[in-house]
């Protein structure tokens, strides 16, 4: 097991280059966003050019040159899919590319959205049989890749134990699994009892991570909440909220997981960007730590 960081945090914490943010910052794994034309951000920014397509093998060699020359592990590919898009087969097809890439760079998971965006809004079983149907062919089409999908519990549905057991359980597939968030189960309104029991759950299924943190009140840890109560607020650096992440680690090392806990910090808005770049370090170092005594 090993801490890694999101390319959006990296920039949100007022790096330029995602390559200089990662050494100031001390990581030396990273999960990149692939946007729908294919393009990750580049870690060494070439001639000016800021972003390398990973369906071209030119620059997929080139971004496979950079993360070498840095030292740096690209350890997961994240996609902001949309599989209620008019478009079915175009979501479909760029999740498929999107493995294929992660292949050819050695990466070993992609992270799947379960949000449904857009009309028409569908009802939980229609929304359960359309993620299903989109989940299964793409693993259909890039059989005998080895390239695990996670869904991320993200969402109003995705946040729902009893959808992301469906979907597991109608998929079926081993390659199929949670990039399970740390913080999104509490912001969905679970009391925090609740949230280490779906841990507990749902550990053996995990493919990939998120770890950020909220801090609420006392009063309000055990109570079931609106979603997204006062997010904005109560969001707390990683080693500072309510969830017991040496808990959620431990459960993960017990369950067989082995590999990175993506930082995914939101709280970085109510800082500076000097207390951005700190409250990152640190974050690191805590989980550092969690991975050697859980």
Known sequence: MFVSIRDEIVFAAGYKQLGEGLKDLGYQAVELLVLRDDTVPALLPVEGKERLRVSS???????????????????????????????????????????????????????????????????AEEAQTLVVSALNEILQRTA?????????????????PDFLGYV??????????????????????WPLSKVYAIFERFAGDVKHTHIKNIAYPEEIRES??????????YVSPIDEGDIDLSRYVRLLKQAGYSRDLCVEDESLGRYTEAERRANLRKGRQFLERLIQIA
């Open 57 to 123: 093998a030119e620059e997929l060699a080139e971004l496979k040159r950079q993360a070498e020359s840095l030292n740096v592990q690209v350890c997961a590919l994240c996609m902001g899919n949309n599989f209620n898009a008019a478009d079915r087969e175009a979501e479909v097809s760029w999740a498929v590319r999107t493995v294929e890439a992660a292949a050819q760079l050695g990466i070993p998971v992609v992270r799947i959205d379960p949000l449904l965006k857009g009309e028409p809004h569908r009802a």
């Open 144 to 160: 005998g890749i080895g390239v695990d999908l996670g869904i991320e519990n993200h969402g109003s549905v995705g946040n729902d």
């Open 168 to 189: 597991l359980s109608a998929v079926h597939s081993p390659r199929l699994g949670l990039t399970l968030d740390s913080g999104n189960f509490y912001w969905r309104g």
């Open 224 to 233: 079931e909440r609106s979603i997204g109560y006062e997010y904005g607020r």
